[in-house]
């Protein structure tokens, strides 16, 4: 257990590109405070597209909801 853990420092995140939980801050992770291990190793580009359009579905979803 690293001494994040032990503290309860550890956060329980959801990455904005593809919306998966994971923990952070992990030590030797590449995760970011946004983005999970695997999305925080996509070039900025596609990981910003898979951002938009991960928000556009979730828009889409709620608008469904509703009507």
Known sequence: MSKKEANGEL????????????DYPVVRSRATRFYCETCADLPEAIR???????KRIRELERQQ???
């Not at 956060?11 to 994971?22: F, I």
């Not at 910003?48 to 991960?54: D, P, V």
């Open 11 to 22: 956060q329980s995140r959801q990455c904005r590109a593809c919306d998966r939980k994971y």
């Open 48 to 54: 910003t597209t898979i951002e938009r359009m991960n």
């Open 65 to 67: 909801k509703k009507g």
